[in-house]
């Protein structure tokens, strides 16, 4: 029993550990996964390097070509991408009657 209770106080510092650090690295990782997975052509984003462009094309092998400025185009991995500034809305389905 005695052996037991000198565990108690490393158990606690691992419960906090977990619910004030991984736990919420955890969910920001998959937040910026789903944000680079649904990445689109017209999205206006921000790399971690700290470059504003508009991405061009989304490429299928995790590249998208962004528009830094006229006629500048440079390929960037999607997991660089920090933010996206501006989110174009998916093209609608055409309603004319």
Same mark, same amino acid.
């Given at each position: 029993m005695q052996g037991l209770g000198q565990f108690v106080p490393l158990i606690l510092i691992f419960a906090i550990m977990y619910f004030l650090l991984i736990r919420p690295q955890q &969910?920001?990782?998959k937040e910026h996964q789903a944000m680079v997975?649904? +990445?689109r052509r017209?999205? =206006?984003?921000?790399? =971690?390097?700290? +470059?504003?462009?508009? *991405?061009? &094309? *989304? &490429?299928?092998d995790n590249e998208v070509e962004v528009e830094l400025g006229e006629g500048v185009k440079v390929r960037v991995v999607k997991s660089t991408i920090a933010t996206v500034l501006n989110k174009t809305e998916p093209a609608a389905a055409n309603t004319n009657k």
């Amino acid at each position: 029993m005695q052996g037991l209770g000198q565990f108690v106080p490393l158990i606690l510092i691992f419960a906090i550990m977990y619910f004030l650090l991984i736990r919420p690295q955890q &969910k920001k990782m998959k937040e910026h996964q789903a944000m680079v997975s649904n +990445l689109r052509r017209g999205d =206006q984003v921000i790399t =971690q390097g700290g +470059l504003i462009g508009k *991405v061009v &094309k *989304v &490429k299928e092998d995790n590249e998208v070509e962004v528009e830094l400025g006229e006629g500048v185009k440079v390929r960037v991995v999607k997991s660089t991408i920090a933010t996206v500034l501006n989110k174009t809305e998916p093209a609608a389905a055409n309603t004319n009657k």
